[in-house]
């Protein structure tokens, strides 16, 4: 059973266990995918309600891609979980002879650049629904309003949680350009604190 099958009280045991997996990173996968529930709730509370009419069809766009995210966010839990595994196991291999410490090297590096991959999914997924936030709470059901400020705040804490975790994966990787075009990639993420203000103050004039 992966964690996205498991219970909340059950994910939420392993996640405080002493076990390093899963972490900081799948918490951000769960808080994404609970900001595209968000986001997806507020469509459907819009949608076919007369006095919304005129954006019927951009919430008719935002709502399959808020579905697929939360799909998308709740195997990252999973993933991001076996991906530090995947770190662990590698550890493990044996180093008696140049060639083995040469393969266990190796798969060391490769196994922190998947780790390194999969929150950096997490975080562009989570920065996609900070901007389905925003259209939700300026021209969603007034009445959800609150919803949609907190999926942007949902969206933005797995956004930096995850930013997080591919950061202090990027510290035990060797690899100059793998490390370089993932913070390239990092860097217009940063920029969401802003747009989640922005977020709160529309929500806040509309409740």
């Known amino acids: 059973m992966t964690f996205s099958q498991t219970t909340l009280a059950g994910f939420n045991q392993e996640l ?26 507020v469509c459907r509370l819009t949608i076919g309600r007369k006095q919304y009419e005129q954006y019927n069809a951009e919430f008719e766009n935002i709502l399959p891609r808020a579905d697929a995210l939360r799909e998308e966010l709740l195997e990252l839990i999973q993933q991001d979980a076996d991906a530090y595994s995947n770190v662990m196991a590698a550890y493990q291999l044996p180093k008696a002879s140049d060639a083995e410490k040469s393969a266990r090297a190796e798969a060391i590096q490769q196994a922190f650049r998947h780790a390194a991959q999969v929150p950096m999914r997490v975080a562009k997924a989570c920065a996609e629904l900070v901007d389905m936030a925003a259209t939700t709470a300026a021209h969603g059901n007034k009445n959800a309003a609150s919803d949609a400020g907190a999926g942007a705040l949902m969206a933005e804490a797995g956004l930096r949680a995850a930013m997080l975790n591919v950061e ?40």
């Open 16 to 41: 405080a266990s002493a076990s390093p997996a899963p972490g900081g990173g799948s918490a951000a996968a769960l808080a994404g995918a609970l900001a595209a529930s968000l986001v997806a709730m």
């Open 168 to 207: 202090i994966n990027l510290g035990f990787i060797q690899d100059n350009e793998f490390n370089a075009q993932a913070r390239a990639q990092l860097e217009p993420l940063k920029h969401v604190a802003a747009k989640r203000q922005a977020i709160l103050d529309t929500v806040q004039a509309r409740i």
